[in-house]
Nanobody, 124 residues
Framework: QIQLVESGGGLVQPGGSLRLSCEAS????????IGWFRQAPGKEREAVMC????????DYVDSARGRFTTSRDNAKNTVYLQMNSLKPEDTAVYYC?????????????????WGQGTQVTVSS
């Protein structure tokens, strides 16, 4: 059974950091592209970052560039989203998703499997 389980969300003050984890089962994370998405209250879900099958990384949100990074631990079959210098506008539910393809895309339709989402709240 293919499954993605996220963890690591929570409440953090502005300027703080969080690391989200996305543990996969039923497939190996280095065989497909893995994307991170987020949905803020009252807004549509948007692509944040992606790691391709070959490890190439793509940023999709200008405001996150330089603050967010994604990495992959093949031994743990887990993908991470490291978020630094968090801002209130980063508040959202964050999702990881596995694409049925090797390269990255911002199109949600390309992602076949989704995690349950984890809430990130940035507030003082």
């Amino acid at each position: 059974q293919i499954q993605l389980v996220e963890s690591g969300g929570g409440l953090v003050q502005p300027g703080g950091s969080l690391r989200l984890s996305c543990e996969a089962s039923g497939f190996t994370v280095d065989n497909v592209a893995i994307g991170w998405f987020r949905q803020a209250p009252g807004k549509e879900r948007e692509a944040v970052m992606c790691t391709s099958r070959f490890g190439a990384k793509t940023d999709y949100v200008d405001s996150a560039r330089g603050r967010f990074t994604t990495s992959r631990d093949n031994a743990k079959n887990t993908v991470y989203l490291q978020m630094n210098s968090l801002k209130p506008e980063d508040t959202a539910v964050y999702y990881c998703a596995a694409a049925g393809r090797l390269s990255c895309t911002r199109s949600e339709a390309a992602y076949s499997y989704w995690g349950q989402g984890t809430q990130v709240t940035v507030s003082s």
